[in-house]
């Protein structure tokens, strides 16, 4: 219709702060490859100065995603925001820490509720994960699972069919605005709330890292340990010796 400005970006993805970061990684690479042709035919001298391209600056801290997590208060609200999909998708990821990769194959058998446990082979590894659930979180597998095939996929999309390697996206972004959550939280970040709540909670990090499928706890406490302000100053200040302390006059 004449007169009317159609989106280049719907749902304002151009402005999310994750593709934001993206762009500018992106151009930070094509940017040194630039730079890298340019010094070449200065080294040839085939241009007198490199000072046009050496003076100007990269964007900054750009290079990887900023991991995010949700409070436990974010994460009900996520949680009720969703449609019912995407909910047991959301859900199950909160519940076993697991990736997107991993839970989109997830089948009936994975999950044994004589033993409230839910076992996988890790697809990076390929090694045996065995996520352990309480009675409520057992429920909710014996739900997804009921009336399945041990080898039937038990998350699906409300089509019937199977999630795809990018289907949690759009998703993500319309459950945040819904949810009133101004972050730019990815699906894996439901991984990194699983560890944090976890460790806010008093679980040991060995522990955390045994259920993130992690062989020791340094990747843990590198990427998972998303502490928030409130947490540490509480944590610090309980564990802190009663010391007698007096200011000199």
Request: hydrophobic share 35%; proline share 4%; net charge positive.
């Amino acid at each position: 219709m004449a007169g009317t400005a159609v989106s280049l970006y719907p749902d304002n993805r151009h402005d999310d702060p994750e593709t934001r970061r993206k762009r500018k990684d992106s151009a930070n690479r094509i940017f040194n490859d630039l730079r890298a042709l340019l010094t070449r035919a200065y080294v040839n001298q085939h241009v007198s100065s490199k000072a046009a391209w050496d003076t100007v600056p990269k964007f900054e801290n750009v290079d990887k995603p900023k991991n995010e997590y949700l409070t436990t208060d974010e994460a009900q609200r996520f949680i009720a925001a969703c449609p019912d999909d995407f909910r047991n998708l959301v859900q199950a990821a909160l519940i076993t820490g697991c990736r997107y990769g991993e839970l989109w194959g997830l089948r009936a058998d994975a999950f044994d509720p004589r033993t409230n446990t839910v076992s996988l082979v890790q697809p990076k590894t390929g090694k045996m994960k065995r996520i352990f659930l309480t009675d409520a979180e057992s429920a909710f597998f014996v739900a997804l699972a009921n009336g399945k095939a041990h080898d039937e996929l038990i998350l699906l999309r409300s089509d019937g069919k199977a999630w795809d390697k990018s289907n949690q996206q759009h998703r993500m972004r319309s459950v945040l605005r819904a949810a009133q959550i101004n972050r730019p939280v990815r699906f894996h970040d439901l991984r990194h709330t699983f560890a944090s709540l976890l460790i806010q909670n008093g679980t040991k990090i060995e522990v955390i890292a045994n259920q993130l499928g992690h062989s020791g706890t340094a990747m843990a406490i590198k990427h998972y340990a998303h502490l928030s302000p409130d947490y540490i100053g509480n944590s610090v200040r309980a564990n802190k010796p009663s010391l007698s302390y007096s200011s000199a006059a």
